[in-house]
């Protein structure tokens, strides 16, 4: 089965640095745009930043100048990197990923399990 496995610590303390990590796995045949979306309490789930395929990121304004996302097509794997955090950014954070399997022609929306950011006080 395909699924998206999150993995990372999500302690941190206001304004360290923290990595996420989401592996695709499963009879997968293409990867295409991945990205990040965050919810906090409360709030609507909102796109934190995406990647396509080809390595073209982009970014919502709030985060721009402290988080990065990159992907590593061998493995399958995009990351989050997040630096200087700031009070707005604890939430849960979901991995997502288009992806066509093995066997059909559509392409599918995945999510991963989702992980706690918590800045440390």
């Known amino acids: 089965q395909v699924r998206l496995v999150e993995s990372g610590v999500g302690l941190v303390q206001p304004g360290g640095f923290l990595r996420l990590s989401c592996a695709a796995s499963g009879s997968i045949i293409s990867l295409y745009a991945m990205r990040w979306y965050r919810q906090a309490p409360g709030k609507q789930r909102g796109l934190v930043a995406a990647?396509?395929?080809?390595?073209?990121?982009n970014y919502v304004d709030s985060v721009k100048s402290g988080f990065t996302i990159a992907r590593d097509n061998t493995k399958n794997t995009v990351y989050l990197q997040m630096s200087s955090l700031k009070p707005e950014d604890p939430a849960v954070y979901y991995c997502n990923a288009v992806v066509t399997f093995i066997g059909y022609i559509r392409t599918n929306n995945l999510w991963g399990q989702g992980t706690q950011v918590t800045a440390a006080s």
């Open positions: 990647v396509t395929s080809g390595g073209i990121t």
